[in-house]
């Protein structure tokens, strides 16, 4: 069974890098909003431009507890600070 259809995700194939920044950013919020603390973002595997926007964002954003590239090298699971 595949686990990641168990949580909140979103899907970023086609975007560029600052689309694909924003919409990571507002699906972070969104989550920690409604006090998600696992979700997945698909990136897709492509060029890798995608995928390394939304790890520079993780990086730097202050509710990212931590994250992961998954096995399909197609996603990234994200662990969100949880609110105090």
């Known amino acids: 069974m595949n686990f990641d259809k168990l ?3 979103i899907d970023l194939h086609g ?6 920044t924003l919409r990571t950013k507002e699906f972070i919020n969104d989550s920690v909003f ?5 979700i ?3 990136h897709g595997k492509g060029t890798g431009v ?3 926007a939304v790890f520079k964002e ?5 509710n990212v507890e931590n994250f992961h590239l ?3 090298l197609g996603s ?5 600070k949880k609110k105090e």
């Open 7 to 9: 949580y909140p995700s």
């Open 15 to 20: 975007e560029d890098k600052v689309s694909a």
């Open 34 to 38: 409604l006090n998600r603390t696992k």
């Open 40 to 42: 997945i973002i698909i």
């Open 50 to 52: 995608v995928k390394d």
């Open 58 to 62: 993780l990086k730097s954003n202050k």
């Open 70 to 72: 998954n096995m399909n």
């Open 76 to 80: 990234t699971t994200v662990i969100l």
